[in-house]
């Protein structure tokens, strides 16, 4: 744990113990059995124990905490100066039957970086913010970063209160039961001038470190999203008794709609698009009776915005002629858009500084997955850190990266951060 590193100047080190600690202890907060993953869906109680326990680690080590009106958990340890803030942080809920790391593994990343500045009295600056996200995961509402909207200003009441999950409970409501105040959304608003930067580190949540045998990934670009659902109605009727060409089946026409939209995403001209569709209903969903109804529920990501919405339309377009041929009626309906983001070069030039500083490999790389510093780059300069994942997988009960891997990765945000902070300390240029 205290091992120097050759070439490594005297820093803190942090400790792949407590980190395991700090882990563990959210991952024990979980909506299903352990060994079907971690189920801790945004504005739930299990989130907001999360959020609890995230507040109690910092307020224990005496830094000042505060909840948003949305629900994000902010902490502030105060610096030697009046000036902008320099944050660290990511979100605590999970997709149904997920991992113990996505999100989580940046919420513990800040809390050990605060560890480290506290037992080491490192002095600084600028006042630093540790800030844990509510509702990242776009697996209630199909809206990710509902939380990290709110900071970047992107929300208003009122379209908080027009998405809903599929209990009809609305965001706005859902903020409302988790004890914020969604009607002042616009007060959780971060304001440019009190935000220096805003640094994150994550999982890569894809296999390219591992592959590589490379520590640390440099983010330039987090891809867009467009989603949507497409309401696919037929005509219901017997199974023996209807013969196969008097059919409208609502499942057989997605069926097809599922192929085209992946055979779109495959296509030579769209690299790099990804296109999934990761959730269907069915109804009425018997043996017996031809499927009426069918909701599909589309995922396009790219890191092209213009690309990014012309394969959302081609694939409605190709969608209404499979439709149309086999008689069911094509219903789409936009449930969020968010465009890809170019982080700034010059906050990754500090990352990669500290990287080659602690002797640590890297690598720049895209960003597939959307994530709370894609909308908090709208208010402050964001970078973020991967750290590697077995297997490239995520969202999945099998998500790992080890102690020792987000060690690195936390040595490394915390002397970005600390390098941040000493911009302009000469009055040559400032943050
Ligand atoms: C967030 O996890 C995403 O779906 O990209
Ligand atoms: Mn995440
Ligand atoms: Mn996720």
């Known amino acids: 744990m205290n091992e120097r590193r050759r070439g490594a100047t005297e820093k ?7 980190i395991t600690e700090l882990i563990a202890s959210i991952a024990a907060i979980n909506d299903t059995p352990a060994d079907q993953g971690i189920t801790r869906i ?22 000042t905490v505060r909840s948003d ?35 989580i593994a940046g919420v513990v990343a800040a809390v050990h970086v605060a560890e480290l500045l506290v037992r080491h009295e490192i002095p600084h600056r600028h006042p630093l913010r540790f800030v844990a996200f509510v509702c990242e995961e776009g697996a209630r509402f199909g809206q990710a970063c509902v939380g990290s909207k709110a900071a970047g200003g992107h929300w208003s009441y009122e379209a908080l209160q027009g998405i809903r999950d599929s209990n009809g409970i609305s965001i706005a409501d859902a903020i409302q039961r988790s004890g914020g105040c969604p009607s002042d959304v616009v007060r959780a608003i971060w304001q440019k001038s009190d935000w220096a930067a805003f640094l994150e580190l994550h999982v ?25 659902e497409l309401v696919l109605e037929g005509v219901a ?50 043996i017996t009776t031809i499927p009426g109804r069918v909701s599909l529920w ?37 449930l969020s858009d968010a465009s890809p983001v170019v982080l700034p070069a010059w906050l990754r030039d500090v990352t990669t500084t500290a990287a080659d500083q602690r002797g640590r490999s890297y690598r720049v790389m895209y960003s597939g ?8 780059a709208a208010v402050a300069p964001a970078a973020m ?33 600390m390098a941040l902070d000493k911009l302009g300390e000469s009055g040559d240029c400032s943050v």
């Open 12 to 18: 803190p080190v942090a400790d792949p113990a407590r």
């Open 42 to 63: 945004g504005f739930t109680p299990s989130e907001k124990r999360a959020h609890k326990q995230f507040s109690d680690w910092l307020c224990d080590i005496g830094l």
């Open 69 to 103: 009106e949305v629900g994000n958990t902010i902490a502030e340890k105060v610096g030697l100066q009046s000036l902008p803030a320099i944050g660290t942080g990511s979100h605590l809920d999970s997709v149904p039957g997920g991992g113990r790391f996505d999100g």
């Open 204 to 228: 890569e949540q894809g296999g390219q470190l591992e592959e590589s045998g490379v520590d640390i990934g440099l983010v330039d670009l987090i891809s867009g999203s467009t989603r949507f």
């Open 237 to 286: 009727s017997h199974t023996g008794s209807t013969p196969m060409h008097l059919r409208a089946d609502a499942l057989t026409a997605a069926a097809q709609v599922i192929l085209l939209a992946e055979g779109i995403a495959n296509d030579g001209r769209h690299r790099g698009t990804r296109v999934t569709v990761g959730k269907v209903d069915v109804h009425p969903g018997s």
């Open 298 to 334: 589309v995922d396009v990501r790219d890191i092209d915005s213009g690309r990014q919405r012309l394969i959302a339309d081609e694939i409605v377009r190709q969608a209404r002629a499979v439709c149309d041929a086999r008689r069911v009626a094509l219903t789409p309906r936009l």
């Open 369 to 376: 997955a959307s994530h709370d510093s894609q909308m908090v």
């Open 385 to 417: 850190i991967f750290v590697p994942s077995r297997g490239g997988l995520s969202h999945v009960p099998e998500e790992w990266t080890s102690a020792n891997e987000i060690a690195r990765g936390v040595e490394v945000l915390l002397d970005s951060i």
